[in-house]
Antibody, heavy 116, light 111 residues
Framework: QVQLQESGPGLVKPSQTLSLTCTVS??????????WSWIRRPAGKGLEWLGR???????NYNPSLNSRVTISVDTSKNQFSLKLSSVTAADTAVYYC????????WGQGTLVTVSS | QTVVTQEPSFSVSPGGTVTLTCGLS?????????PSWYQQTPGQAPRTLIY???TRSSGVPDRFSGSILGNKAALTITGAQADDESDYYC???????????FGGGTKLTVL
């Protein structure tokens, strides 16, 4: 059974870049025709899809993030990553990584707080 | 910009049946939007219930079912139980350039 685990700093200063990594275990990130997504849930709000990456490196992003988001994959490490630039307090959220398509398979999530 | 709509809240009695819906601010939901449904309780990761409109995820009891009702996607829970009290989110595929858009979620109360 594949498992996903998010990791990264829990506190980021405003205007800096948020960086998170999702480590995939129990299977190769390159096997199958999957894509790998990032989703977040700000406190008191709903879920928001941020973007996805294929193991080919192709990406799709939520246009509402105004090009602040970059998602990449490192097949040698069985990981994929999220970078969100120029963060503000509005980016404070629990960030999840997930595998699709079909029913998404989720990581447990990690809380990132944007504060000085 | 198209918005995915869900009832903000819903209430059901234990043992009762409830249908939550997922619509579009403009247009109809179809199987081509690949509607999926997720359940989330406080402090937990979302749990996949239904994908591709009506496919139940592994381990999900058959009292959860998905469908298209009229111009919306629907999640029906039959025989509601206390631990069904959660937030429920639908997500739709809106096509290239927009990709996946979540609804605002429905807070289901079982009482």
């Amino acid at each position: 059974q594949v498992q996903l685990q998010e990791s990264g700093p829990g506190l980021v200063k405003p205007s800096q870049t948020l960086s998170l990594t999702c480590t995939v275990s129990g299977g190769s990130i390159s096997s199958g025709t999957y894509y790998w997504s990032w989703i977040r849930r700000p406190a008191g709000k709903g879920l928001e899809w941020l973007g996805r990456v294929y193991t080919s490196g192709d990406t799709n992003y939520n246009p509402s993030l105004n090009s602040r988001v970059t998602i990449s994959v490192d097949t040698s490490k069985n990981q994929f990553s999220l970078k969100l630039s120029s963060v503000t307090a509005a980016d404070t959220a629990v960030y999840y990584c997930a595998r699709g398509p079909g029913g998404w398979h989720w990581g447990q999530g990690t809380l990132v707080t944007v504060s000085s | 910009q198209t918005v995915v709509t869900q009832e903000p809240s819903f209430s059901v009695s234990p043992g009762g049946t409830v249908t939550l819906t997922c619509g579009l601010s403009s247009g109809s939901v179809s199987t081509g939007h690949y509607p999926s449904w997720y359940q989330q309780t406080p402090g937990q990761a979302p749990r996949t219930l239904i994908y591709y409109t009506d496919t139940r995820s592994s381990g999900v009891p058959d009292r959860f079912s998905g469908s298209i009702l009229g111009n919306k996607a629907a999640l029906t829970i039959t025989g509601a139980q206390a631990d069904d009290e959660s937030d429920y989110y639908c997500v739709l595929y809106m096509g290239s350039g927009i990709d996946w858009v979540f609804g605002g979620g429905t807070k289901l109360t079982v009482l």
